[in-house]
């Protein structure tokens, strides 16, 4: 019960709600709301899975976190560990209160390499237009490497957005987590972000140092504490969620 934000309503919300066609390795097609494929962070949105209560301001502010519309994917032909998403909306969101960023256009093309066991890396390009008619284009990279005890991973993305005829500008921004885990059920995580909005006049630098403690799969236990170069913006957080 949510309406998308952290503060949350007592209005349910439609998140996702899909269908997939299945023909090949190569060839899927998925058809409604869905997650958009775009790195990391945003194809894991269940909470208790992820490892910090917050989310990079990379991951909430700079692309549509959900797609109402379809996504082509599968490996491509001849290739060895390169999986593709080729996805696009040209309506409205199913649920324009339960979105990020409310569109009425969404293209974009995304690839995933798988490098070896431990790491693989990807990037995407899209475009979108918002409700309030500002068409942005951006490019993303992301890399991740994982051996079960340390965990690094990697996103950033660059923005160019049209707010008129004559007016444009550029938002950069991304993150880089590193997690160790010194048990299954215990780990520590640190993380840096970046954000610079040239149209907003905002910049950010975010240093985020938090613990994690799963004692059953399930249950997840999280506390973190975040610098911020902006002043007055210091936090601390705690969440406890559990997977039904």
């Not at 880089?176 to 910049?203: C, F, L, W």
Request: charged residues 20%; aromatic residues 16%; glycine residues 8%.
């Amino acid at each position: 019960i949510t309406d998308g934000t952290e503060s949350g309503s007592r209005k349910f919300h439609t998140e996702r709600l899909y269908g997939d066609l299945w023909i090949s390795d190569d060839f899927n097609i998925r058809f409604g709301k869905q997650i958009t494929p775009i790195g990391y962070w945003n194809m894991e949105p269940i909470n208790v899975l992820r490892d910090t209560t917050s989310n990079p301001l990379y991951s909430k502010l700079l692309f549509p976190k959900f797609l109402t519309g379809i996504d082509i994917n599968g490996y491509l032909p001849q290739t060895e560990g390169i999986k593709y998403h080729l996805f696009g909306q040209n309506n409205r969101d199913l649920d324009e209160e339960y979105i990020n960023i409310p569109n009425t256009h969404f293209f974009g093309f995304s690839l995933e390499k798988e490098l070896s066991v431990e790491w693989n890396t990807g990037g995407s390009v899209g475009e979108y237009i918002s409700k309030t008619d500002q068409r942005t284009r951006f490019l993303q990279i992301n890399l991740q490497y994982d051996n079960t005890q340390w965990q690094f991973m990697t996103e950033a993305l660059i923005a160019k957005s049209v707010y008129n005829d004559t007016d444009h500008d550029y938002t950069l921004s991304g993150y880089a987590q590193t997690m160790y885990r010194y048990s299954p059920e215990h780990g520590v995580i640190g993380r840096y972000e970046y954000y610079n909005d040239h149209h907003t006049d905002y910049k950010d630098h975010i240093l985020t140092l938090g613990y994690s403690y799963r004692p059953l799969f399930p249950v997840s236990l999280k506390g973190e504490y975040q610098w911020h170069s902006q002043e007055n913006e210091n936090r601390v957080l705690f969440s406890c969620s559990v997977l039904f």
